[in-house]
């Protein structure tokens, strides 16, 4: 009978050719050692170009494949060249939304134990029950966009990203959506729960920025979205929105729980915005199509940044509303501008920005 | 008496209806824009599906997060208690296919929702949607780590470490991009619902992630069992959006004739390829021979027939809809009655040099399992199998060009499978061009269901077959070794073959490349529409009739 050595079926166990090939061997790590989001994300989505032999096999009525370029106007060399910053995928997704989760649940209960929501101040319930709940819809629109976005992408690595961000939005989008339910009951009656969308959907402040989220979800090309929602979108509404008015101004109208809640979305547009702003740079790089895609972004950037600008002036009154005033609505604006100029600069892009540049 | 810490804590909240009721009133039906249709479909909505599940995000990654931490923590202490001392190797050698194809078809479901979530009106179903794109994102990267600690601590890492390129480039993981594929394209309701939710995942499923799992774990690889498991976990949040949206489909009576269409289709397709793959691995990949173990015919008799057939399929035809009997008893005809799985078996270990994984030879207990089992077994089957443990030494022919009376099979244009029942091949024409089939329905699906018309109805969402479907064809004419060359199913040393007909770990014993040079690989569907008219009819029956493999 063998011993255990014998059968053992352990690496090095026996050597032969091969017996120690123990790396994914079929791409090409973007630093000296591949990372583990690298190989859990490489080529998982094939590619004719590469690797796919018999091209896709399925396709739809008009011949367009199951993958096709055709989805965005931008194009590359070389699709498989971007990798996330964020390094995202499923377990340090899930341990990042669960710890975004966790922090916003001990909050709330801490705040609601200590009867922090029934001291907050009248008036700006009032803003967090029109205003900051009409945010959620916007939020969550972004985040359907994303969802849909994600379909297209020529690689693993572009629709993970786009991917996780959806995620993101759309728990930010609940997170606000819950955090008002959770609260509601401590504010007997002073808070109403449909006040939010009856903004979102009527009140005159808000329907720019409605026609602007429609305008998005309305594309049909994903990384138009991806750049539109992270370049322009987020930076000149809901940042300025988030960062700029709530969590300048909550503090002071006895709520620090708003803040909380809020930061976890800033702590998301962080991470999408790098990923997005490092795959734009890629495209408008690129040393093939580099001309043609700032071209197509600098057309993008026409089209949404008028729409966002006006949108944001339209949110100007939303600024003058509490009873303590911080941080005026031009600082924030000015802030926001500076952001999409930044990260226009990032890609490569200046000189096509907001008012000042 | 004590107080727990929870009532002291306690909190007025709402409750989960309520949470949800609120999640699903943060969608509003666009005035300023109207959100593109960007994924056809034929079929039409009255009404909105609701949400069985009822969950919201915040308590889903929380609980994701503590299934994860299982799962890791079996992977740490699978290695602590030396796993791979003890598993085997037959069985881990099938990984290396199984894990090749299966995070495709778990990407593409996470693709899918977003075309389901494009089509299907309403936001009450958004969040289940939401999470099953992210439970596609984790199944994806969850078994492409399971795969990468398999390479890392498994003896013979040799393809695991071409995984995803040979995937794209293998004569039988095609089969599983025409599954993953059909996730994605054509008909977005035939695609997301159907395919993949209604058949595949509340179905196919059961005997992907729970059969293989035990399998496994009877093999000494329990780390399979724990992510797979897992990963079924999420799959009943699937079968429920599934079923949800399906409902709101039947609602429409208009929809009725496309969903006895898509099912037929999906209900066979998704037997002819899982049954394939998954019962070959299972009954194959085994080195478990206890004869109370559950055979495969006995596993889809209790997942697919009466927990799926008798269950599922059939209390939907008090919605009025036809519900195709006969294909469900055709397919357990083809595992009963026919040895489907038996013989797409053969046909993986007569194509072991184009493959990229090692196919152990069966021996004396195997063989007497599978004549308890399926009587008459080795009568049909022991010759090939004595065979190929002959032929497993270098110096032989590789299987498929020794003369053992073996006829390398037809192609099936619809679920690439091969034809391997042979005598229920059928050829047709579609748009003028010769086609074979593994099966009647086959044939009807791709020239019926995929179509631009069914029953009179134009259909001009539907999708098409596509690409170069044939892996045979790439090859036509080739010599063998420059075949496995092209693959890339040679070790680092250049001459070695990836793959092997044996479980020798011992580099004398190893195939390589001069072993198997000389052998022309031919297409037999480009051979058949170069025959006349009348060599062609005698070539059909006769191949209709079979072959018998004689000991070498």
């Known amino acids: 009978m063998a011993t255990v050595e014998e059968r053992s079926a352990e690496a090095g166990a026996r050597k032969f050719p091969d017996w120690d090939s123990r790396r994914y061997r079929y791409y090409q790590p973007i ?49 498989h060249a971007y990798r996330a910053p964020d390094e995202e995928w499923e377990r340090p997704h899930y341990q990042r939304q669960s710890a975004i989760v966790r922090m916003i649940q001990q909050a709330v209960a801490n705040g609601r134990a200590q009867g922090a929501v029934s001291r907050f101040d009248r008036d700006w319930v009032h803003i967090l029950q029109n205003h900051f709940s009409a945010s959620k819809h916007a939020e ?56 939010g969308k009856e903004h979102w959907m009527n009140d005159e402040l808000w329907q720019p920025t409605r026609a602007l989220v429609e305008t998005v979800l309305a594309a049909t090309d994903h990384l138009e979205q991806y750049f539109a929602i992270n370049i322009v979108v987020e930076p000149m509404i809901l940042e300025l929105f988030r960062s700029g008015f709530i969590a300048q101004a ?69 600024w003058s509303l509490p009873r303590m005033k911080v941080h005026g609505f031009q600082d924030a604006y000015q802030t926001a501008v500076s952001r999409v100029n930044t990260l226009l600069a990032e890609i490569g892009l200046d000189g096509n920005g907001g008012e000042n540049s | ?19 949800t009721r609120r999640i699903a009133d943060l969608g509003w039906l666009p005035t300023y824009a109207q959100q593109a249709l960007k994924y056809p479909t034929d079929y039409k909505f009255v009404k909105a599906p609701r949400d069985p599940m009822k969950q919201v995000l915040r308590s889903y990654f929380p609980m994701q997060e503590e299934k994860d931490n299982r799962v890791y923590g079996a992977l740490d202490a699978g290695l602590r208690g030396n796993m791979f001392r003890s598993v085997e190797p037959r069985w881990i050698e099938w990984m290396k296919l199984f894990l090749a194809i299966i995070p495709f078809p778990e990407i593409s479901a996470a693709r899918s929702m977003a075309i389901e979530a494009n089509v299907v009106p309403g936001h009450d179903l958004r969040t289940g949607y939401t999470m099953q794109m992210v439970d596609e994102l984790r199944h994806s990267t969850i078994q492409m780590n399971l795969k990468k ?17 040979a995937f794209g480039k293998c004569y039988a993981t095609t089969i599983g991009r025409q599954f993953g594929e059909g996730f994605i394209t054509g008909d977005a309701i035939t695609a997301t619902n159907i ?41 009943s949040r699937h079968i429920g959006n599934g079923h949800s949206t399906l409902m709101a489909v039947l609602n429409e009576p208009d929809n009725h004739l496309l969903l006895e269409r898509d099912i037929r289709y999906a209900f066979w397709q998704n037997h002819a390829i899982v049954d394939a793959a998954i019962g070959t691995i299972i009954e194959y990949g085994t080195k478990d021979r206890r004869k109370d173990k559950e055979s495969y015919a006995e596993l889809w008799q209790r997942w697919i027939f009466d927990d799926y057939y008798r269950s599922y399929l059939l209390p939907l035809e008090k919605y009025g809809l036809k519900i195709h009997h006969d294909d469900v008893q055709a397919a357990w005809d083809r595992i009963i009655k026919k040895d489907y799985v038996h013989y797409v078996a053969q046909f993986f270990s007569a194509g072991w040099p184009v493959n990229f994984w090692r196919i152990d030879p069966l021996d004396e207990r195997d063989f007497e399992w599978f004549e308890y089992k399926y009587p008459g077994w080795y009568k049909k089957f022991g010759a090939w199998w004595e065979n190929y443990r002959k032929l497993s030494k270098r110096g032989n022919p590789p299987i498929v060009w020794a003369d053992t009376g073996y006829v390398y099979p037809h192609r099936c244009w619809s679920c690439l499978v091969p034809c391997l029942i042979r005598e229920d091949m059928v050829v047709d024409e579609v748009d003028g061009q010769l086609y074979t089939y593994c099966s009647e329905q086959c044939r009807w699906t791709h020239k019926v269901a995929f179509a631009s018309e069914y029953e009179g109805r134009p259909t001009p969402a539907m999708g098409r077959f596509s690409g170069r479907r044939q892996w045979e064809e790439v090859y036509h004419g080739w010599d063998l070794a420059d075949v496995i060359k092209d693959l890339g199913f040679v070790r680092t040393d250049g001459r070695t073959l990836v793959p092997q007909p044996h479980l020798e770990f ?8 001069d072993d198997v040079r000389g052998y022309e690989l031919r297409s037999p569907l480009v051979d058949l529409r170069q025959m006349t008219p009348e060599d062609r009819e005698r070539h059909i029956a006769e191949y209709r009739k079979g072959f018998t493999v004689h000991k070498v």
């Not at chain 2, 600690?149 to 390129?165: L, Q």
């Not at chain 2, 992907?208 to 009877?218: C, Q, Y």
């Open chain 2, 195 to 235: 395919y993949l939710q209604v058949v595949a995942e509340t179905a196919f499923t059961n005997t992907l992630f729970v059969a293989m799992p035990s399998e496994a774990a009877r093999n000494g690889d329990y780390a399979l069992p724990t992510v797979f498991l897992s990963v079924q976990s999420d799959e």
């Open chain 1, 140 to 195: 969550y629109g972004m985040g359907i966009a994303l969802m849909s976005g994600q379909r297209d992408g020529m690689t693993q690595m572009i629709n993970n990203s786009i991917l996780v961000n959806a995620s993101y939005k759309l728990r930010y989008a609940q997170d606000i959506t819950l955090y008002l339910a959770d609260i509601a009951p401590d504010l007997n009656g002073a808070l109403d729960e449909a006040q």
């Open chain 2, 149 to 165: 600690w398999y390479m890392e601590n498994y003896i013979d890492p040799s393809g695991f470490d071409i995984t995803e390129a």
């Open chain 1, 31 to 79: 630093g000296r050692k591949a990372t583990l989001y690298e190989d859990v994300t490489v080529d998982v989505q094939p590619d004719p170009d590469r690797y796919l032999l018999q091209g896709w096999i399925i396709s739809f009525a008009d011949g367009t494949p199951a993958y096709s370029p055709t989805r965005t106007r931008l194009k590359s060399s070389d699709w």
């Open chain 1, 250 to 318: 909550a503090a002071l109208h006895g709520d620090f729980l708003t803040p909380t809640v809020v930061s976890a979305a800033e702590a998301d547009y962080t991470r999408n915005m790098v990923n997005t702003v490092t795959l734009m740079r890629l495209m408008a790089k690129d040393p093939v199509h580099g001309t043609h895609n700032q071209g197509v972004m600098a057309e993008w950037l026409d089209h949404y940044l008028p729409l966002a600008q006006n949108a944001a002036q339209h949110l100007q009154p939303i």
């Open chain 2, 1 to 19: 008496m004590a107080t727990s810490l929870s009532k002291i804590t306690a909190q007025r909240g709402i409750s989960l209806a309520e949470a």
């Open chain 2, 506 to 513: 011992d580099e004398r014993e190893m195939w390589t490349l």
